[in-house]
């Protein structure tokens, strides 16, 4: 379920393809892509939740179960996708809905 769904507090974020830090973040997505077109960027534009971190919302929605001794760990966490929220692969500024 995307964050959306649940909750309005969220924010869209572009994480440039290879690059080591995020370079941008919307209140929307469409505010997201017309950024990304505008500047013909690639990469992807993540939705985030804004108030918790997204391997305990992740835990508490159910979409993820610790199962592993690593799994709550400091780096695990830190390193921890939301594969559950939206989000849109771009390439030249363009959603690559292949990718």
């Not at 013909?40 to 992740?58: F, H, K, L, Q, W």
Request: proline residues 6%.
């Amino acid at each position: 379920m995307p964050v959306s769904d649940w909750d309005q507090n969220a924010v869209w974020i572009f994480h440039g393809e290879d690059a080591r830090f995020a370079s941008a973040v919307f209140t929307t997505e469409a505010d997201a892509l017309s950024w990304a077109a505008r500047h013909r960027v690639s990469g992807i534009v993540t939705e985030y939740p804004v108030g918790n971190g997204c391997y305990d919302i992740a835990v508490e929605r159910g979409s993820f179960t610790p199962s592993k001794p690593h799994h709550g760990s400091a780096s695990h966490v830190a390193a921890f996708s939301p594969g559950w929220t939206r989000h849109v692969h771009l390439v030249d500024g363009l959603p690559n809905h292949g990718g």
